[in-house]
């Protein structure tokens, strides 16, 4: 079945920054359907309060009995290392799947400005503590990110995850010239092979001018139905607008001594005159997509909402009965970053 309904957004936030360690920002959430009932939500967030002062974000989790109300669970479930050049900076975008007797989660992997993001993995028996493997699952010259993994029902599995394309330079100081949705299959969960071409090509229209910044996919529940994609994509800022430089992407930073505040640099650039909005397209195997159609979004810059801003990178869990439940990273327009819910009640 494809996921083909109206989405009704929830009343509220479903998660915000309440500590030191995640007050400042949160995004990027992955949804866990609990096997005793329940569900467990991990984001990404920073707050005042880091594991050491380069320190851009690490990921937690929260507890829930009914997908609505969540309890931050207290610890890391995964931070940046300093000794680990590719994970020295910063861990988003969780994707959680079963993995032999316990659990395997990918998740997007940042270093110092300037080095091309990677996906890297980490194992656990109990959803709490994470072991992280060696090395990354995926790369590219241009930086990959915000994973999200599909079992198969053929056994192994799908990654869908945006790749980034630079002009001469680099992640070092060339221009991003696009931000496209492409995918990798697996036998093992560890090793994964690039599959040819693009599942989703980003700057389609003018909705997508920065590129798209996450793609979960739906299989069919049966034959002859469809794949469905949604994935989020940034418009650009409108024409003469000064943009602040994004703190991962501020090389000269560290040549000028500062002290950067992260979240508040990295907002500050989200604020810029950027919108993000979360949109659905259809396949009929899981591989080339028609066009898509936007399904949430908030009213814009000088409105009222959770997303009147942003809404992006989201999440999607099955409720039974052709329902849905999508957790979103959603930002307003003060610059608060909360994690929103939308429901589609069925096709």
């Known amino acids: 079945m494809a996921l ?26 992955g949804i866990v359907r609990l096997p005793g009932g329940g569900f467990r939500l991990f984001y990404t967030a920073v707050g005042p309060e880091r594991p050491f002062p380069e320190c851009q974000g690490s990921i937690f989790s929260a507890l829930s ?4 109300t969540f309890r931050p669970e207290p610890g890391f479930r995964i931070r940046p290392d300093p000794a680990l050049p590719y994970l020295s900076r910063r861990a988003l975008a969780p994707s959680v799947t079963p993995a032999g007797l316990g659990w395997r989660m990918y998740f997007e992997a940042r270093g110092p400005a300037g080095m091309p993001t990677g996906i890297a993995s980490a194992v656990s028996a109990d959803l709490l503590r994470w072991e992280l493997e060696p090395g990354l699952r995926i790369e590219s010259p241009g930086g990959v990110g915000a994973p999200r993994y599909l079992p198969l029902p053929e056994g192994g599995g799908r990654m869908y995850f945006f790749d980034s394309e630079y ?12 931000q496209s949705v492409v995918s990798a299959s697996t036998s093992d969960g560890l090793n ?34 469809d794949w469905t994609m949604i994935f989020s994509a940034w418009q650009d800022v409108p024409a003469g607008t000064v943009v602040p430089a994004h703190p991962s992407h501020d090389l000269a930073a560290p040549a000028r001594g500062e002290t950067v505040d992260f979240a508040a640099a990295s907002i500050a650039t989200d604020l810029a005159g950027y919108r993000s909005r ?58 608060n970053f909360r994690i929103a819910s939308a429901v589609m009640d069925g096709p």
Do not use: N
Request: charged share 25%; proline share 6%; glycine share 18%.
């Open 278 to 335: 979360i949109f659905a397209a259809y396949s009929t195997d899981g591989l080339s997509w028609g066009p898509s159609r936007c399904i949430v979004e908030g009213e814009g810059y000088g409105a009222a909402g959770l997303d009147a801003v942003h809404a992006e990178d989201m999440t999607l869990a099955a409720l039974g009965g052709g329902r849905y439940r999508m957790y979103y990273a959603a930002c307003d327009c003060a610059g």
């Open 4 to 29: 083909t309904g109206r989405w009704r957004k929830e009343a509220g936030a479903r998660l915000a920054g309440s500590r030191p360690v995640d007050s400042s920002k949160v995004q990027a959430p």
């Open 65 to 68: 009995a009914d997908g609505l």
């Open 192 to 225: 994964f092979t690039r599959e040819p071409g693009y599942r989703m090509r980003d700057r389609q229209g003018d909705y997508d001018a920065v590129g798209i910044t996450a793609a979960e996919v739906i299989p069919p529940e049966s034959e002859g139905d």
């Open 167 to 178: 002009g001469p330079g680099g992640p070092a100081g060339g221009e991003r010239l696009s």
